[in-house]
């Protein structure tokens, strides 16, 4: 899983993202002779086929795509603001395999502006664009479950002032809390 558990949106873009992972073992089909270069049964690509699928609270269906990439970003802007959704992801040959199952809610407009306002102002006090402000932005935002928005100013703020390792740690341990890293 390459997107935060559960986490909050802020604006009118979620990008969700998902990898299968090569060190699962594998087996051969029950009358294989194993050879793997003639097994359909085998792994596919790095982006095998998936079913992207997105409910809402009450697990009705709102969306539902088939695809050949590992992540996607989507308008939801005609989504309820507020509201909780979940998505889930799929094999497509394999639907009994679920990837990811996740949520994410938008934040209504009121929450949008106050946290956008207060992280405009640890920016102006830190000084905007320095590593300690993105590390400090990054915390405001995990604070308020915007995990993808606090990963993205973590690795900034990384790559700002990569000598400091406990900036390092703090991602480490956001990428813990939010289910990416165990």
Same mark, same amino acid.
């Given at each position: 899983?390459?997107?935060?558990?559960?986490?909050?949106?802020?604006?009118?873009?979620?990008?969700?993202?998902?990898?299968?992972?090569?060190? #699962?073992?594998?087996?051969?089909?029950?009358?294989?002779?194993?050879?793997?270069?003639?097994?359909?049964?085998?792994?596919?690509?790095?982006?095998?086929?998936?079913?992207?699928?997105?409910?809402?609270? #009450?697990?009705?269906?709102?969306?539902?795509?088939?695809?050949?990439?590992?992540?996607?970003?989507?308008?939801?802007?005609?989504?309820?603001?507020?509201?909780?959704?979940?998505?889930?992801?799929?094999?497509?040959?394999?639907?009994?395999?679920?990837?990811?199952?996740?949520?994410?809610?938008?934040?209504?407009?009121?929450?949008?502006?106050?946290?956008?306002?207060?992280?405009?102002?640890?920016?102006?006090?830190?000084?905007?664009?320095? #590593?300690?402000?993105?590390?400090?932005?990054?915390?405001?935002?995990?604070?308020?479950?915007?995990?993808?928005?606090?990963?993205?100013?973590?690795?900034?703020?990384?790559?700002?002032?990569?000598?400091?390792?406990?900036?390092?740690?703090?991602?480490?341990?956001?990428?813990?809390?939010?289910?990416?890293?165990?």
């Amino acid at each position: 899983l390459d997107s935060p558990n559960s986490t909050n949106i802020l604006g009118q873009t979620v990008t969700l993202a998902w990898r299968i992972c090569d060190d #699962a073992p594998k087996f051969d089909a029950p009358h294989s002779t194993g050879d793997k270069s003639n097994d359909k049964s085998s792994a596919t690509t790095a982006n095998p086929s998936v079913v992207l699928t997105i409910t809402d609270s #009450a697990g009705t269906k709102i969306r539902e795509e088939n695809l050949d990439v590992n992540a996607l970003s989507l308008d939801v802007s005609s989504l309820e603001k507020g509201k909780l959704y979940g998505w889930s992801v799929r094999l497509k040959n394999k639907p009994a395999v679920q990837l990811a199952n996740n949520t994410f809610r938008i934040l209504t407009d009121e929450q949008a502006v106050q946290i956008e306002s207060e992280a405009k102002i640890i920016r102006e006090e830190l000084g905007e664009g320095t #590593a300690w402000a993105e590390i400090v932005t990054a915390s405001f935002y995990e604070q308020n479950k915007l995990y993808g928005m606090a990963l993205t100013k973590y690795r900034t703020g990384i790559e700002r002032d990569p000598s400091v390792h406990e900036y390092q740690q703090l991602y480490a341990k956001c990428l813990e809390r939010v289910g990416i890293l165990k």
